[in-house]
């Protein structure tokens, strides 16, 4: 990975794969609230055409190099080339449409949606590659089956509260109805004290995954329960579930949206909150960890 190379990787999709979503689009520029420090207005604008960004808060912009050592702190080039190769950023051409309009594309044009049993071999691979066990991978997940534009598709399901679906496949990452949380009990109709928070559903099969293989890194002494939060930006209907808990222990990305929804559950909920991203502080999410590829 080199400087040139990173002019082709979209802004626009680094931003939403570290959960910052554009607050309003205006032509060629998405406008975001900035990712240095809080604020109620956007003013932290990406230029779809030029690919650069620019934070009128601080009067500073430039390239995704230069944003990447901004938000991750990161001292040198070589430091930034490293954290975005590990990405897996999108072109610019093929980012757009994903990162901005993804929700509608996938809400309004998906059709003929059907569930089955996870039993794909394509799908289970995928598992695989991820180094998830696929007996855990088919026990909390379903096969989906729908059509956009008449052409079929398939991908791994995985439910939310409001009877959504987060989408995976190797080539694709969406949502078939309403985004949500994820709540699962440890025992049937019985909630815990404490609960184990995730980020994305791939890290909780990470975890478990870790678990049944005695990893001691991710023993949780006490039986928990579990939320997905299938975003950060779900974290405000997250809340009133983690109200009940006097245990919170946050798996989260150990990126910068990850930090912050950890300050912001640790700022509401104070010492019933532990963050447990130490257990993989060299990679950036448990799944990493999992597959070893450090940050």
């Known amino acids: 990975m080199n400087i040139e190379q990173t002019k082709k990787l979209s802004i626009i999709d680094f931003l939403d794969k570290e959960g910052i979503k554009p607050s309003k689009t205006r032509g060629d520029a998405c406008w975001y609230l900035s990712p240095f420090r809080n604020e109620r207005t956007p003013s932290f604008k990406v230029s779809r055409k030029d690919n650069l960004w620019y ?20 001292p040198s080039v070589s430091d930034a080339l490293a954290v975005i190769a590990s990405q897996g950023i999108a072109p610019v051409g093929k980012a757009t449409e994903s990162a901005i309009t993804a929700k509608e594309y996938t809400v309004t044009k998906m059709n003929d949606v059907r569930l089955l049993p996870l039993r794909s071999h394509a799908l289970l691979s995928y598992f695989s590659t991820r180094r998830v066990d696929t007996t ?32 995976r496949n190797p080539y694709f990452k969406g949502c078939i109805g309403h985004k949500d949380i994820t709540m699962m009990a440890h025992m049937f109709n019985k ?32 039986p928990c329960d579990y939320m997905i939060l299938n975003s950060v930006a779900n974290l405000k209907r997250a809340l009133q579930y983690l109200e009940r808990y006097t245990h919170i222990h946050c798996f989260l990305d150990n990126d910068h949206a990850g930090r912050k929804t950890v300050e912001t559950i640790m700022g509401l909920y104070e010492y019933r909150v532990t963050d447990e991203s130490f257990r ?9 960890y999992l597959m070893d590829k450090r940050i």
């Open 55 to 74: 934070d009128y808060g601080i009067q500073e912009g430039g390239d995704l190099v230069e944003l990447v050592k901004r938000m991750y702190n990161k």
């Open 280 to 288: 993989y502080a060299e990679y950036k999410d448990i799944n990493d």
């Open 136 to 167: 855990i991978g088919m026990m909390y997940c379903r096969e989906i089956h729908y059509k956009i534009e008449q052409k079929h598709y398939y991908g791994i399901a995985f439910g939310n509260l409001s009877d959504g679906y987060e989408v």
């Open 191 to 222: 909630w815990q004290d404490g609960c184990l928070v995730f980020e994305g559903f791939m890290d909780f099969l990470s975890y478990l995954t870790l678990v049944k293989r005695q990893d001691g890194r991710f023993v949780i002494e006490r």
